[in-house]
């Protein structure tokens, strides 16, 4: 099947540091990629879609400026938690959807990154 | 907007039991229907999933039938194992969308 990595698969930084998160297509182009939050015990939760040559689309309430998106090319998406507080703390996924004819709707999640704000 | 309701957890079944993870759906149209697996610190895996109603999805001994007439997407196993220990999220796509919504997830616990 298709595989989606993300990189780092955790990471711990100080309070008012950035991290950036890259979520890639390894075996497949993808114009479109999904970033989501888990919190603890909890379902995922939609921050933004993020399109390849446009702006990311962010769902309300979430912060533009404190979640940057950069969908750099076609098999490479990047977010960047600027200014990370204690409460950015979570679990980071990202999804993209394999294009294709009978696979238009399915995606394929990386395996998450665990980040920890100190 | 769509939305994804399944039963809450943690649910805890002896290993050999029968499994039934309920799951209901609102949404416009016709949406594809999914069941994702999450497994001790992994990330989500597609288990399986229903494009049109009566379909039924089925992997690894799981299966749901898209009931449109219930709006429904039940997952059952028939005899579970402890490797199927993890968290299950039911999930759907609107007609021509990528956008996942999910249910808030059911952790699953067999023991031996």
């Known amino acids: 099947g298709a595989v989606v990595s993300q990189h780092p698969s955790w990471v711990i930084c100080k309070s008012g540091t950035s991290v950036k998160i890259e979520c890639r297509s390894l075996d497949f182009q993808a114009t479109t990629m999904f970033w989501y939050r888990q919190f603890p015990k909890q379902s995922l939760m939609l921050m933004a879609t993020s399109n390849e040559g446009s702006k990311a689309t962010y769902e309300q309430g979430v912060e533009k400026d404190k979640f940057l998106i950069n969908h750099a090319s076609l098999t490479l998406s990047t977010l960047t938690v600027t200014s990370a507080h204690p409460e950015d703390s979570s679990f980071y996924i990202c999804s993209a959807p394999r294009e294709g004819k009978g696979t238009y709707n399915e ?4 395996p998450g990154t665990r980040l920890t704000v100190l | 907007g769509d939305s994804v309701t399944q039963m809450e957890g943690p649910v805890t079944l002896s290993e050999e039991a029968f499994l039934t993870i309920n799951c209901t759906y609102t949404a416009t149209g016709y949406p594809s229907l999914f069941w994702y697996v999450q497994y001790p610190g992994e990330g989500l895996q597609l288990l399986l999933k229903a494009t049109k109603a009566d379909d039924k999805g089925s992997n690894k001994g799981f299966e749901a ?27 759907l796509t609107g007609a021509g969308s990528y956008q996942l919504t999910f249910g808030k997830g059911t952790k699953l616990s067999v023991i031996p």
Do not use: I, M, N, P
């Open chain 1, 107 to 110: 995606q394929f999640f990386g």
């Open chain 2, 65 to 91: 039938t898209y009931r449109k007439e219930t709006t429904s997407f039940h997952l059952e196993k028939g005899s579970v194992q402890v490797s199927d220990s993890a968290v299950y999220f039911c999930a």
